[in-house]
């Protein structure tokens, strides 16, 4: 009895063995690999030509993106110098204390104008006396 057991434990692991072999050659030979290697050089035949024109493309985009983004970086440079709503604010509220204030001053420029008339008009009239 015990060489039957044996037998059958050698019987059951050369029959794993035979079935490890025979699936690692399945894989090896498999025609999944050779399609593979087939369709690789059909898309090489079809889309060789124009590999060299995607290439010129790919680095004439890459350069215009580089040119945008010197061009975007300058531009947020000058923007980040102008100034804001804030500031524009403040000095609209200025000039307008301005306005007001050089009113004043030719309002009162006008009065030294004709106080300046008036004196002038009487000094003269006294040098005819």
């Known amino acids: ?15 794993a063995a035979l ?3 025979l699936s690692i050659w399945t894989f090896l030979q498999s025609p999944a690999k050779k399609n593979a290697e087939e369709l ?8 060789g030509p124009f590999r060299k024109a995607v290439g010129e493309d790919i680095k004439f985009l890459d350069t215009a993106i580089d040119d945008t983004k010197a061009r975007v970086t300058s531009m947020e440079a ?15 509220l200025q000039l307008e204390q301005m306005n007001t204030k050089i009113a ?9 104008q004709r106080t300046a ?3 002038e008009q009487f000094l003269l009239e006294q040098g005819r006396k």
């Open 117 to 119: 008339g008036r004196v």
């Open 78 to 92: 000058i923007i980040t110098q102008l100034p804001d709503k804030d500031s524009i604010h403040r000095l609209a």
């Open 40 to 47: 690789a050089k059909f898309i090489a035949e079809i889309f």
């Open 104 to 112: 004043g001053m030719a309002a009162t420029s006008e009065a030294t």
């Open 1 to 15: 009895m015990p060489d039957l057991v044996t037998a059958k434990d050698l019987l059951v692991g050369i029959a």
């Open 19 to 21: 079935a490890a072999g």
